[in-house]
């Protein structure tokens, strides 16, 4: 064993004589667990009980959906590991969406689930369920703790397992009797994961291939994922853009690694990207694609995606390497340092020819919208970015908004969208923007949010009442589930199924719940509600009626390749 | 094109789950699965057959080597390696067809290990091949019961 690998984490000091609950809030501390997401329950008890003096602040959520999400936020925002905590059973299954939310976005998270007694697992026990089964499949690992013996360890692999290598959520399962139990020496608390691995050596012979690919090529396109943010590559990817004058477009999960006002920037790419993004990405010679996983939203039909490139691809998971489409220059490793690396040998460019191409795209195709006396969303996203310097936290539920605020905010760096990308999550964005508040308390934080999604979780926002955590939610209104209704209008002869509602008062449910309520209707109102929302120092609900039927565009028509983008009417 | 994959896993609770969990989520088809112990008590070995072409076989190697408490993977499709599966099968024989079978059987190296009034219960381990074709000459007579291990598998020379 190296001496590296053999260097100790801070112990949680001695633990012999701990009860199984004390052992927990000790690791939580040695972990460096600041605040905990959860709701109580029988199962976890004994670790409320603990929590009860602990200088751990826990933030109670009403729903555990609502604490996962807060816990995701958290994890996004900060970059630290989320912590949620439910009690067995309903608590548990209440976890799997957040979960599994958390798993296709690479979100470090551990949760944690009380069990019944281990002696009564299988039995169909009161508020039992086969979690470590159940969550299985939508978590990175799990692990179901019997004894008391073996608690510390599996925190501390918990935690490591979740923020190594291409993070994801870790499961907890802690049977009540290992909680209770009591420890009667010093337990072993070291990882012993002898086949898990976090690092990989970046092949210095492909780095400088993939260095005289980019330094040969005319017309190359950095494509970059959430992967960049995950390894705090930004700087190392900033800089390989400008030395070799590469333009580079993001994934929704990558907004903020490129700092949208840079004539370098693309923007998003994709169903919805920038028709500018998509042309070079049709254009290219080269395309480096960086933490990111060529999913099927980002690349079309994939038989015609890029038809020119060569592709490099940049990635510590090794299976996400020609999983999609075949790799010219496979990368595994970590994204900052093979960059790193990689600018080493790439030489200064200017590229005059193909930075003229796409400004001239730019400039025929920009993101447009209308205006009349509604509020148009497209509009009102543009005004909240000019109004919080593009700076704010931003999260979002799923739908046209998501893909508004994604398009009009105006990203400028890293660790700012917080938004469900994988598993396109409805509910997402109130929690998840209480968690990064949480987390980020001298930061304004904005959920932009549908009226449908922010329905399904906005419970929560009692959550943010009563923990004084000031998060603005914006609710665009417009009396429809937009995204599933644009489908339907596009693609289903506008018979609209399922998808019209009235939406209730929120700005009196926002009162009622213990935050301050605003609506506003009209496009004159608009800049003036923002600014009344932004000032105040509490949690505010501002309820904003949109044009109803407006659609998000550019759009690339499923099963179309990206240079079929259709740019709407006002093409 | 069949792979015989080889995994060494941690000899924990949960790892068959998490390991035939992912091969299912991931719409692998497993043909045979052995689970067995090793020389190292803490460690069990993992022999699953899986046909598929080359990208798939790629992709079942690397998810199975981010299963946590897998600690190595080996595809042997290009090393030579000795291949055995192990098969118990009652074989329908009255009296005067006796012989014939007994002759089969000590023709594939077998073993006669259970003898009753009109059947034998017949071990016989080898390649897969072998076994199929062992299967195939004695279908005729009635195969009354039968059990396979999967195949299980070690590199030559090593
Ligand atoms: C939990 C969940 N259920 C269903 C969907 C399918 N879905 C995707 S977008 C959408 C409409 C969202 O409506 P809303 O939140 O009002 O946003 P809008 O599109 O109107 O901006 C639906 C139903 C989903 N993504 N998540
Ligand atoms: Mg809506």
Redesign the interface.
């Known amino acids: 064993m190296t001496a590296k690998r053999k260097r100790k984490q801070a112990g949680p000091g001695t633990l012999a004589g701990a009860t199984g609950a004390e052992v927990f809030e000790a690791m939580l501390r040695a972990e460096g667990v600041e605040t905990l997401f959860g709701f109580p329950g029988g199962a976890v008890l004994p670790i409320f009980d603990v929590l009860y003096k602990s200088p751990i602040r826990f933030v109670r959520s009403r729903h555990e959906q609502g604490a996962v999400h807060m816990a995701d936020g958290y994890a996004r925002s900060t970059g630290r590991v989320g912590v949620a905590l439910a009690t067995s059973g309903p608590g548990a299954t209440n976890l799997v969406t957040g979960l599994a939310t958390a798993n296709m976005d690479s979100v470090p998270l551990v949760a944690f689930t009380g069990q019944v007694k281990s002696f009564l697992i299988g039995n169909d026990a009161f508020q039992e369920a086969d979690v470590?089964?159940i969550t299985?499949?939508i978590t990175?690992?799990n692990?179901?703790v019997k004894r008391v013996e073996d608690l510390g360890r599996i925190v501390r692999e918990a935690f490591h397992?979740a923020r190594t290598g291409r993070p994801g959520p870790v499961l907890v399962d802690i049977a009540v009797d290992a909680t209770v139990g009591t420890l009667a020496g010093e337990p072993d608390v070291e990882p012993?994961?002898?086949?898990?691995?976090t690092r990989w050596e970046p092949n210095m012979k492909q780095v400088k291939a993939a260095a005289e690919a980019i330094n040969a090529a005319e017309r190359p396109v950095l494509y970059v994922g959430g992967g960049v943010v995950i390894a705090g590559a930004t700087d190392a990817l900033r800089a390989l853009s400008e030395t070799a004058q590469i333009p580079v477009t993001t994934t929704l999960l990558g907004l903020g690694t490129m700092d949208e006002s840079s004539p370098l920037a693309l923007q998003m790419l994709g169903m919805h990207g920038t028709a500018t993004a998509n042309y070079a990405v049709q254009e290219c010679d080269l395309l480096i694609a960086v933490g990111a996983r060529f999913d099927d939203r980002v690349t079309g039909d994939i038989e015609t995606f890029a038809p020119h490139a060569k592709i490099i691809h940049i990635d510590i998971?090794?299976?996400s390497i020609?999983?999609n489409v075949d790799v010219d220059i496979p990368l595994v490793g970590d994204a900052k340092e093979i960059l790193e690396r990689m600018n080493e040998y790439v030489r200064p460019q200017d590229r005059a020819a193909w930075g003229e191409r796409i400004a001239d795209w730019k400039q025929r195709y920009p993101l447009r919208y209308e205006t009349d006396g509604d509020v148009r969303p497209q509009e009102l996203i543009e005004r909240l970015g000019e109004l919080t310097d593009h700076d704010a936290i931003v999260a979002t539920g799923v739908g046209q908004h998501q893909m508004w605020a994604a398009q009009f905010y105006g990203w400028r760096r890293p660790r700012q969208i917080l938004t469900s990308g994988g598993l396109g999550t409805m509910g997402f964005g109130c929690p998840s923007a209480i968690g990064a508040q949480a987390g980020n308390p001298d930061k304004t934080v904005i959920d932009i949010d549908g009226d449908g999604s922010f329905t399904m979780t906005m419970v929560e926002v009692i959550t943010a009442a009563q923990n004084n955590l000031p998060v603005k939610f914006v609710v665009l209104d417009n009396t429809y589930l937009g995204m599933v209704r644009q489908w339907q209008e596009m693609f289903y002869g506008r018979r609209y199924s399922g998808v019209d509602h009235v939406c209730p008062d929120f700005a009196a449910i926002a009162e009622g719940f213990g935050a301050k309520g605003m609506t506003v209707a009209s496009r004159d109102a608009m800049d003036e509600a923002l600014r009344a929302m932004l000032a105040h120092d509490g949690p505010v609900v501002l309820h904003v009626k949109v044009s109803p039927e407006e659609n998000v565009y550019p759009m690339v028509a499923p099963g179309k390749g990206l240079h079929e983008v259709d740019l709407g009417k006002l093409a | 094109m069949k792979h015989i994959i080889s995994a060494?896993?941690?000899n924990q609770?949960?790892v068959l789950?998490?390991v035939a969990?992912?091969f299912a989520?991931r719409g692998f088809n497993i043909d045979s699965l052995v689970v067995g112990r090793t020389e190292d008590p803490e460690l069990s070995r993992m022999t699953i057959v899986v046909i598929g072409d080359d990208?798939v076989l790629?992709?079942v190697r690397?998810?199975l080597?981010?299963v946590?408490?897998?600690?190595?993977v080996r595809d042997f499709a290009a090393t030579p390696c000795v291949q055995r599966d192990l098969m118990l099968i009652r074989v329908h024989t009255p009296p005067p067809k006796r012989p014939e079978v007994v002759e089969l059987v000590n023709l594939f190296r077998g073993r006669v290990v259970d003898v009753a009034r009109d059947s034998v219960l017949i071990e016989l381990a080898g390649t897969e091949e072998k076994i199929e074709a062992f299967i195939d000459l004695v279908r005729p007579y009635g195969i009354r019961e039968l059990a396979r291990t999967g195949l299980i598998a070690v590199p030559r020379g090593g």
Request: aromatic share 4%; charged share 25%.
């Open positions: 470590t089964g299985r499949p990175k690992h692990y179901l397992v012993n994961l002898p086949g898990y691995r998971d090794p299976a020609s999983k | 060494l896993v941690q609770p949960g789950a998490h969990g992912m989520a990208r790629e992709q690397k998810q080597g981010k946590v408490p897998v600690v190595k």
